[in-house]
């Protein structure tokens, strides 16, 4: 097979400690009303109000709209696109977790070109460029500085919903670990597991047929030779950083690492997109109302051994990425070990699912097409049951040749 690559980025990336003091000068080149979004932990903060002194030292005046909320209910985003609107934004900063950095590009998206959210969902509804978006994270895990997707929380909509274009990607990436270190374990934990899945789909995903339309065709790109690196990149980082971050928050080479893992992930998947456990933890998440991370973690290692067979050499250098070996059942249990030493539980039951929730569960997982489409290991009604079957049980998923016989038994 001949070699394809692809990459869908901000234009600017910038990594390490200290460098949310670049953020003023970026800013001052993109606009001259700068909407700051974040939310209420982080509105009055010392960082926010030293974001805020080196706007004005660069001549561009701002506004805070610290409104955001988890989950970002269309009500929040609303209040947020006023806020922008009264104060004639041309800019926007979204600074703080996934969801302050969701509502930011979301935002700018209706600064930019009005209506509702919902006028965009799905795949490449935005019509044109947004208002400039400067991302800086204060978490490690999203990787939503490095994405085109933002997703929203509609109560029109039994699972959330994703906003997913190009013209999404923020324009410029501040990543500053310094602004990680304060974040306690669980959310250290939740947060890069969610990375580790990241990665780790991004580097299972489905290759697709590289034909001259293909990045026009779809918004995630499946496997390909440049997301393979970060996706490994990814992998190798958080593979050496999580635990460590877990246990010492206080460790600085633990969190640059984390942090660093969680911009290769997103920088993976944001070009090749995500699969089978993030499909499935979307009805798990609404069902239980659990974190995020936590779900997809729980589900990945039952999706890894529901592939395996289907992406056995990636497998393999997954395992090799996190220094266990070049073995893909060993990467398999690796990842299992982590998420476990890290207090992700086992189950999805141990999240809250019931039993009589799984075919629920399995139905709305399917509808989500954007990301079971990714999947190596091809999904129906059939092998998708099974699956959740095995994550809600605790076994290990059927193999596909175990799958063909049920088929034929049926």
């Known amino acids: 097979m001949s070699i394809f690559g692809t990459l869908r980025t901000p234009r600017n990336i910038v990594f390490g400690a200290g460098q949310r003091r670049a953020i003023a000068g970026y800013a001052r080149d993109l606009g001259a009303r700068a909407l700051i979004v974040?939310?209420?932990?982080?509105?009055?903060?010392?960082?926010?109000?030293?974001?805020?002194?080196?706007?004005?030292?660069?001549?561009?005046?701002?506004?805070?709209?610290?409104?955001?909320?988890?989950?970002?209910?269309?009500?929040?985003?609303?209040?947020?696109?006023?806020?922008?609107?009264?104060?004639?934004?041309?800019?926007?900063?979204?600074?703080?977790?996934?969801?302050?950095?969701?509502?930011?590009?979301?935002?700018?998206?209706?600064?930019?070109?009005?209506?509702?959210?919902?006028?965009?969902?799905?795949?490449?509804?935005?019509?044109?460029?947004?208002?400039?978006?400067?991302?800086?994270?204060?978490?490690?895990?999203?990787?939503?500085?490095?994405?085109?997707v933002a997703v929203v929380g509609d109560p029109k909509r039994v699972v959330k919903v994703g906003i997913a274009s190009p013209y999404l990607i923020p324009h410029t990436a501040i990543c500053d670990p310094e602004l990680t270190y304060t974040c306690p374990p669980g959310l250290t934990a939740a947060s890069g597991a969610d990375a580790m899945t990241h990665a780790i789909e991004a580097f299972t995903n489905l290759r697709r047929e590289p034909t001259g339309s293909v990045v026009h065709e779809h918004v995630f790109l499946g496997k390909n030779a440049l997301s393979d690196h970060y996706a490994l990149m990814a992998i190798a980082n958080l593979s050496a950083g999580l635990k460590r971050a877990f246990d010492d928050g206080g460790d600085i080479e633990a969190r640059e690492r984390v942090m660093l893992g969680s911009l290769a992930a997103g920088l993976a998947f944001g070009t090749a997109g995500t699969a089978a456990a993030?499909?499935?933890?979307?009805?798990?998440?609404?069902?239980?109302?659990?974190?995020?991370?936590?779900?997809?973690?729980?589900?990945?290692?039952?999706?890894?051994?529901?592939?395996?067979?289907?992406?056995?050499?990636?497998?393999?250098?997954?395992?090799?990425?996190?220094?266990?070996?070049?073995?893909?059942?060993?990467?398999?249990?690796?990842?299992?070990?982590?998420?476990?030493?890290?207090?992700?539980?086992?189950?999805?039951?141990?999240?809250?699912?019931?039993?009589?929730?799984?075919?629920?569960?399995?139905?709305?997982?399917?509808?989500?097409?954007?990301?079971?489409?990714?999947?190596?290991?091809?999904?129906?009604?059939?092998?998708?049951?099974?699956?959740?079957?095995?994550?809600?049980?605790?076994?290990?998923?059927?193999?596909?040749?175990?799958?063909?016989?049920?088929?034929?038994?049926?």
């Not at 960082?47 to 805020?52: F, H, I, Q, R």
């Not at 086992?346 to 954007?370: K, P, Y």
Request: with cysteine; aromatic share 4%.
């Open 278 to 410: 993030h499909a499935i933890q979307y009805p798990v998440g609404a069902m239980t109302h659990t974190a995020h991370g936590v779900g997809v973690a729980v589900l990945m290692p039952y999706v890894m051994a529901f592939n395996r067979d289907h992406c056995t050499e990636a497998m393999a250098e997954i395992g090799e990425a996190m220094g266990i070996g070049r073995d893909a059942a060993a990467a398999v249990e690796g990842v299992r070990t982590l998420f476990a030493s890290i207090g992700i539980p086992r189950t999805i039951a141990d999240l809250g699912v019931r039993e009589d929730q799984l075919a629920l569960v399995a139905e709305q997982a399917l509808g989500s097409v954007r990301l079971v489409k990714n999947n190596p290991r091809p999904l129906d009604a059939l092998s998708m049951r099974l699956l959740v079957d095995a994550s809600f049980h605790g076994h290990a998923p059927a193999a596909d040749t175990d799958c063909s016989q049920t088929r034929k038994a049926g």
């Open 38 to 148: 974040t939310d209420e932990r982080l509105g009055d903060g010392a960082d926010v109000l030293e974001l805020v002194d080196s706007l004005t030292a660069v001549g561009v005046q701002s506004r805070v709209f610290a409104g955001t909320l988890a989950e970002l209910p269309l009500e929040c985003l609303a209040a947020g696109c006023e806020a922008g609107r009264a104060f004639g934004a041309d800019l926007v900063i979204g600074l703080g977790g996934g969801s302050c950095l969701d509502a930011g590009k979301i935002i700018s998206l209706i600064l930019a070109h009005g209506g509702q959210p919902k006028d965009y969902y799905g795949e490449f509804a935005v019509p044109g460029p947004i208002l400039p978006v400067i991302a800086v994270p204060t978490t490690a895990g999203t990787g939503s500085e490095a994405t085109p």
